[in-house]
């Protein structure tokens, strides 16, 4: 496929090129400025480490290592050249490496990650701030690894081998860096090869058919095992403070959904807003409730920014709640326990109760 400038008279073809040709670096240039323009290839990725190779025995180098929103590991492999050479089985090596990370060892990596490059921030607080929690959900972090190819292009073989492992579950997806000369400037052509991107959604909804399928076979919750989950593992206060809002909310709500899998299962109430079934807050067994504020942030009055800090500084009215403005635009955790104080439950109720009101007004 050729790239055309285009101007009134003619289409004017420009050179294909390369990057050896060019001079430009694979470490040095390409992956230097991907790191810091990674949304170029991957919506919401957190480069995590560089050039990582945090485990035994091994010289072996990531080029970029990632986070996505889901708290999944992303292993990011680089190459200029024109077939991508081995790279395919290179990430599914590496992706098996770093499979057994904990929050902590991601943490750390990040930390040193931050400081090789002078960044000054919080590198525990900032991994938090960018899944969306309030405190570390081990169960829930890096429960599986996606791997990203990038290469100038990909031979027929590579294409073949990742097509046949994406259909046995893996999740690889290739991109090409095509460069381009125009006189004395550089373009480049960034296309997703696979999946295809028309077939991207498809292929999200069959594997999260698949997904749903398979923890359902794991373990159906239900309102009494998940209460007795709670009682287990927060106690018999927690356990009340479950009951009394699952009793209430079934008051008002237009149903529950039940989310989860084998550990973790959480009970969201449904409200209708039109036409769809949305579910704005939840309860885990783990003994949190989620607040989901990026639900509301696609409904109505709640599109507002100002809206969804109302009903934070509702929340916030509970003593020994504080949660950050910057929740506003993904989700926060609230302690079960924190509604054992009193009228906090009260004010939690009200804050739901006032947010059901404004959706519907």
Known sequence: ???????????????????????????????????????????????????????????????????????????????????????????????????????????????????????????????????????????????????????????????????????????????????????????????????????????????????????AARRNWSIDSFLQEIKKSKGQIAFEIAQDLVRWSSEWADGAKWQGGNILGGFCPVVEYAGKKITFWAVWSDGNIEMRFMVLKKCGRFQDPQMRLRLLKKLNHMEGVNISESKIETKSLIKLESLTIDENLKWFKDAVTWTIDTLNS
Request: glycine residues 4%; aromatic residues 8%; hydrophobic residues 40%.
């Open 1 to 215: 496929m050729a790239i055309y400038e285009l101007n009134k008279e003619c289409m004017v073809k420009l050179t294909e090129t390369t990057f050896a040709r060019e001079g430009i670096m694979e470490r040095q240039d390409l992956q230097r400025i991907l790191r810091d323009q990674i949304d170029l290839i991957c919506d919401e990725i957190l480069i995590i480490a560089e050039e990582f190779s945090q485990w035994e025995d091994s010289s072996r180098r990531i080029d970029l290592l990632g986070l996505d929103v889901n708290a999944n590991l992303v292993v990011i492999e680089l190459k200029r050249t024109q077939d991508g050479g081995l790279m395919d089985i290179q990430a599914i090596r590496y992706a098996a490496m770093v499979s057994t990370m904990t929050f902590d060892q991601v943490a750390d990596a990040y930390e040193n990650y931050l400081h090789q490059r002078g960044m000054e921030k919080d590198a525990r607080q900032d991994i938090l701030d960018f899944l969306g929690w309030g405190d570390v959900e081990e169960g829930q972090f890096a429960k599986d690894v996606s791997i990203v190819l990038i290469a100038s292009d990909f031979s027929k073989e590579l294409t073949t081998a990742v097509l046949w492992l994406n259909q046995r579950d893996l999740n690889i997806r290739c991109v090409r860096l095509k460069p381009y000369r125009w006189q004395d400037r550089i373009f480049l052509d960034i296309q997703q090869v696979i999946p295809l991107p028309e077939a991207s959604e498809y292929q999200i909804r069959i594997k999260q058919k698949e997904q749903k399928q398979r923890e």
